[in-house]
């Protein structure tokens, strides 16, 4: 299968080389694409190697169905995330708006506070007391689609 094929190419990365972790990240939930928080557990179990970590990214999350505008659902993430053992092995979040619906699986992502998600829901996001330890990594378009810029970099600091 296509994940056995993954897991073998995974292990065969981890397998040469030794002093660096490989980062998965979750994808928005689109058809063919494997990235879905089962699917990376499935993939670290399979792998059994500690150095293979995980990444989460806001605007993945927010198309794949989980509302980052809601305590609720917040929560509800993080039990899945500690029942699927995926907690202890998450790293960094990729922060970024979403400019597609919730649930849309689509990857559409958008400057701080320019999108669904909103200020608000980052802010709700990223100060959960499981996830703010971790390192932000802007992942947003920019002005002009040159990425991330002063107002973005200034809009991401005051949400912590």
Do not use: W, Y
């Amino acid at each position: 299968s296509v994940k056995d094929q993954l897991v073998a190419v995974i292990q065969r990365i981890l397998g040469e080389t030794q002093d660096c972790d490989l980062i998965l990240e979750n994808t928005a939930g689109q058809n063919g694409k494997i990235g879905s928080l089962p699917e990376l557990a499935h993939l670290l179990k399979k792998v059994n190697d500690p150095r293979l970590k995980i990444c989460l990214d806001t605007a993945h999350l927010f198309a794949a169905g989980v509302d980052l505008r809601s305590l609720s659902a917040i929560k509800e993430l993080v039990q899945e995330l500690k029942d699927l053992k995926l907690l202890d092995r998450l790293v960094c979040l990729h922060l970024n708006d979403c400019t597609s619906e919730l649930n849309s699986h689509r990857d559409l992502h958008a400057n701080i506070g320019e999108g669904k998600i909103g200020l608000e829901g980052l802010k709700l996001f990223i100060n959960r007391k499981e996830l703010i330890h971790l390192p932000l990594i802007l992942e947003v378009p920019g002005e002009n689609k040159q990425g991330p810029n002063l107002a973005n970099i200034t809009l991401a600091k005051g949400l912590v």
